[in-house]
């Protein structure tokens, strides 16, 4: 794990931006198995949370995260501000988690 | 503020896989595929063979009463007494407990015959009609008694049912669900086969002489060709060639050392 500081502002207080590195992201694609497809389709019948997709979704939250922070990492950088989530369907059953941000220098 | 615009070596993206060999995942994951459809098809073979000692025929009579009163509701098909005498008959030779079948006669016009939940089988008059004598007549008595005997009508509704949610759970890809349908064409032949076999038996323990089944056959072959029933590839169809199963049937006949002395008893079914 990278000790980085991950923020949605654009300056963090109190701290200079020594250096700014540019845009950094991360992405994946990712699918449940069938059997994870199969139990979702049964609670569209009788309704309830999609355990398995939120699940699903969450890991790749935590994946595309992971990803931006190590190509972050890679330009020296210990932080990245402004960071954003986006979220695109790629093909049926299968979704791409978006993470970029700011890489930077703080003091 | 430092402004750096560092450029990102592409070999070291950590948002591509950069495993060149993709060999090994497709090996993985076809393992995946073959070892659940192994598990599947186990999975789904155990229910079906286990389906007639968990379900005797007098429960699937009991369960299915509804089918006979059902048929009988229709005012074209009726119960027949010398039928249903036959129909004991050759239980006998099958090795049937007794009262395992209803049959009933149907007036319509198609030449066809078929056997259904419960016990119950159903003969049509367009084929009667045109079957030469009573030996023919039993054989296809005892072909459908022989579904009946191996529980064919449950076994395969069941097993159709089962591959057909497994095919629906893995999504709905119309080859998965074609191959599904195929091999269940597949499966319905080889049931034929096996009760082809029993009328063979049931035949040549009745009448001491396989030809009931061969007439039974070349009647077939005239409706065919009647009908000029287009010649699907066997691959397709629900039922095998019929020269395949003159064949299988006289191999069987051979191997129990039947004779082929012609049928000599009337038909009694027969209405001009």
Redesign the interface.
């Given at each position: 794990m990278y000790t980085m500081l991950i923020t949605n502002l654009e300056y963090v207080p109190d701290r200079r931006i020594v250096k700014h590195l540019g845009l950094v992201q991360g992405s994946t694609v990712r699918s449940k198995h069938a059997g994870r497809d199969f139990m979702a389709g049964l609670k569209n019948i009788f309704g309830g949370e999609l355990k398995g997709y939120t699940e699903l979704l969450n890991e790749s939250r935590d994946e595309a995260l992971n990803r931006m922070m190590r190509q972050a990492h890679q330009a020296g950088a210990n932080a990245i501000l402004n960071v954003r989530f986006s979220t695109s369907s790629v093909a049926a059953g299968a979704a791409e988690i978006f993470a970029y941000g700011t890489a930077v220098v703080l003091d | 503020?430092?402004?750096?615009?560092?450029k990102?070596?592409e070999s070291?993206?950590?948002?591509i896989s950069h495993d060149t060999s993709h060999l090994g995942e497709l090996r993985a994951m076809l393992g995946y595929l073959l070892l659940t459809i192994l598990l599947v098809w186990l999975l789904v073979e155990a229910i079906v063979w286990s389906l007639p000692y968990t379900v005797s025929l007098q429960r699937e009579r009991a369960w299915f009463s509804f089918v006979g009163k059902h048929l009988l509701a229709d005012e074209s098909i009726k119960h027949d007494p010398n039928m249903q005498e036959l129909a004991d008959q050759l239980a006998v030779h099958m090795n049937l407990p007794a009262n395992s079948v209803d049959v009933y006669i149907s007036d319509d016009d198609t030449p066809n015959a078929f056997a259904t939940f419960g016990g119950n089988v159903v003969l049509y008059r367009g084929l009667l009609n045109r079957l030469p004598n009573e030996e023919s007549v039993a054989a296809v008595l005892a072909h459908e008694m022989g579904h009946i005997k191996h529980r064919d009508p449950m076994r395969g509704m069941t097993r159709n049912l089962l591959y057909s949610v497994f095919a629906a759970?893995?999504?709905s890809e119309a080859q998965l669900h074609n191959l599904v349908h195929l091999e269940s064409l597949r499966y319905s032949r080889e049931l034929e086969y096996r009760a082809d076999a029993e009328a063979v038996h049931a035949v040549v323990g009745q009448y001491r002489s396989a030809a009931g089944v061969t007439d039974l056959f070349r009647t077939l072959q005239t409706v065919e060709q009647e009908y000029k029933v287009a010649a699907y590839p066997t691959w397709l169809s629900t039922h095998p060639a019929t020269a395949q199963r003159i064949e299988h049937a006289q191999t069987i006949a051979t191997q129990i050392h039947a004779t082929q002395t012609p049928a000599a008893l009337p038909n009694r079914w027969q209405k001009k």
């Open positions: - | 503020m430092k402004l750096e615009a560092p990102f070596d070291q993206n950590p948002n759970a893995f999504g």
